[in-house]
C-alpha cells in the first residue's frame, strides 16, 4: 500500500465489519453450531485428494478457535489507520490481494515440506490470518516507531510493541501457525512492493467498493461519530469539550510529578508538554460557535516560536496518519520539527 488517496480519517468501515461478521461467525460456530466446522475446516488434504476447492474459500474465512479470533480481531483494531490513511478500497485490496497470495503460498509451503522434509501437513489454522499477518508488512515500513518507556533501564517500550506481542502470541498459538505466518509475510511484501503490479491486477473494482460502502454504511452509520456542527448544541459541547481538556491537563500534571521523581539522568530526556502546548484545551474547537480566546502568554524559557519554520514534508506524514494540518503544525514547532516527538504527542493527546 503506498501512495495518497481520499479517505475519511475517522472511519474505518470495512475493519469495523471485519471486527463484527468473523467474531460473530466464530462464536456462534463455537458455541452453538459445533457441528458446522467442518465447512469451515483449512483442509488441505480434502483440496489436495478430493479437488475441494471451495475449501480454499471456507477454510479462510472464520477462525474456529476463539483465541486466534481475539488476537486477529485486537490486530485488525490497531491496523484500522491503514483503512483511515489509505481509503477503503485501497485497503480492501490490500486484504483481498494479499488473500490471494497467501493461499497460493500456504500450498506452496506445504508441498515444499513434504518434498524435502517428508513432512505432510493436511490441515492449517483457518480464518482470514493470511492478510493479517500481511498487514506488518506496511506496519513496519510505514509507521513511525517512537518510544514510550523503557523496562528496567536497557528493554524499550515503543507505540508498536503491543502490536508485534499480540502477533506473537497469534503466532505461538497452534504448532502449524508459523506456515501461515510466512505466506502472509511473503505475500504482504510483495503486495507492499508492487512486485509484478499486483496492486494493479489484485485492485478492488470501483462499481465493487461503491456497493459494499453502500449496503454497509446504513449498518455502521450508528457506530460513528456525528457532526457537532449539525447539533445546535454548541453550548453543552464546549462543556463536554472543556471537561475533556482539563481532565487532559489533569493527567499531564499527575506525569509532570511523576517525572519529578525519577533520577536526575532521566529528567534531562523529559519535555514538559503543557509549557510546549499552553494552549491545549482550545484544540479541536469547532469555530462556528467558538468564543473568541484570550493569547496566552508563556514564560520566556519555554516559549514556542510561532514562526519557526516546519518541514512540509514531515507535515505531510503527519497528516497522512490522520491528524489535522494544524495539530502537526503546532506538535513540530513545540518538538524542533522532531517528527517523533511530534507523533508521539499526538498520540497520547
Known sequence: ??????????????CKSLLIVPSALAGLLTLAFPHYQSIFLYNLQAIREECQLWRLLCGRLVCLDLKDTFCSSLLIYNFRIFERRYGSRKFASFLFGTWILSALMDILLVETLHHLFHLKVNVLPSGLLGPVFALFVPFYCSIPQVQVTQVFGQFSITNKSLVYIVGLQLLTSSPFMWII???????????????????????VPGWMARCCSYVTRPLLSASERPLEAGLG???????????????????????????MRRPQQQQAHLINWSR?????????????????????????????????????????????????????LEALRASNNDINMATNFLLQH
Request: no cysteine; hydrophobic share 35%.
Open 276 to 328: 510546549f502546548f499552553p494552549s491545549l484545551r482550545h484544540r479541536g474547537q469547532n469555530q462556528n460557535y467558538a468564543q473568541p480566546q484570550q493569547p496566552v502568554q508563556a514564560s520566556p524559557p519555554n516559549h514556542v516560536d510561532v514562526g519557526m519554520p516546519v518541514s512540509e514534508e514531515q507535515v505531510a506524514r503527519l497528516v497522512e496518519m490522520g491528524f489535522s494540518r494544524l495539530d502537526a
Open 233 to 259: 448544541m454548541g453550548a453543552t459541547l464546549d462543556i463536554q469539550r472543556q471537561q475533556r481538556m482539563d481532565m487532559l491537563d489533569h493527567q499531564i500534571l499527575l506525569s509532570q510529578f511523576a517525572q
Open 1 to 14: 500500500m503506498g501512495g495518497s488517496a481520499r479517505r475519511k480519517p475517522d472511519k474505518a468501515p470495512l
Open 181 to 203: 505466518s510466512l505466506s502472509g509475510l511473503g505475500s504482504g511484501v510483495l503486495y507492499h512492493r508492487n512486485t509484478l503490479k499486483l496492486q494493479h491486477l489484485l485492485l
